[in-house]
């Protein structure tokens, strides 16, 4: 049956319209069902460029990566040598130095007063009762009895502080050894990067111990010199008290024998 040529103008005006609203893809080899789409196309090719970059990028991290790993092969030209301190043993007579020998290499408080207390000159009762008439402030004898006191109190410390020091040298000489040859050594178990932070971390904490234990050596010292500056500020104004003392004298008293009154009893022996 054919078609009049009204109907063919229909069905060709039917397909201009179709063809002006499909989208721009075409079947391939003869085939209705695949479809090639330009657009997508370039979509893909797009993708394609981005994944080569971030694949580059990924590569050159790996790089890094695997150098900042990278296992030091030798190790042993850093290594160094492990401080250890001595233990004392002081020599004890007669009882004398009762304590200090576990007072210089443990941690015990009562083994450093006791060493003080047994190694130190007390005061007599009688001298005791003299100072008690004396003024503060006004008298020598009571500036070396403060220095006497202060000195009784800071030196007990002083040896518990070098006795602990030296007791946890040691308690800690095993854990500075492990902590050495964990960082000397060239394996992979030991130099991942994790590991290595871990093995940092370790080493500062022992830093910080050390530090923390010289702070009391340091503390102690300036308790000692604060002493020995108050002895020496003592013995010169005991000097210039004496001093001020003969001059007063002097002035009282005229050495000229024409003058002579009486007996001078108030001379310095």
Known sequence: MKLSLTKRRK????????????????????????????????????????????????????????????NFSVKNIWQTE?????????????????????????NSQSAALM????????????????????TVGNSSNLTQLAMIEASDTASPDCLNAVGSY??????????Q????????DGSTSTNSEVEQLNLLNAAQAQQLNE???????????????????MQ??????QDLNTWG????????NPTLNVTDTGTWTTYLP
């Open 177 to 184: 050894a492990n902590l050495q040859t964990a960082q000397l």
């Open 11 to 70: 069905w060709i005006v039917a397909g201009v319209v179709i063809l002006g609203t499909a989208t721009p893809s075409f079947a391939l080899f003869g085939f209705g069902d695949i479809v090639f789409d330009p657009s997508s196309y370039g979509e893909l090719v797009s993708q394609l460029s981005t994944m080569a970059k971030m694949l580059t990028t990924a590569q050159s991290q790996y790089n890094t990566l695997k150098s900042n790993v990278q």
């Open 245 to 252: 003392f003969v001059q007063a004298q002097h002035t009282a």
């Open 166 to 175: 030296r007791q946890a040298r040691n308690d800690s000489a095993t854990a």
């Open 115 to 134: 060493a003080w207390t047994n190694s130190k000159i007390g005061l007599a009762p009688e001298t005791n009762g003299i100072l008690s008439t004396q």
């Open 82 to 106: 492990l401080n250890k301190v001595k233990s004392v043993s002081v020599p004890n007579t007669y009882g004398e130095t009762n304590g200090f020998s576990n007072a210089l290499n443990l």
């Open 232 to 237: 020496q500020r003592n013995a010169a104004a």
């Open 211 to 229: 530090q923390q234990a010289q702070g009391v050596l340091h503390a102690c010292l300036a308790q000692q010199m604060t002493i020995q500056n």
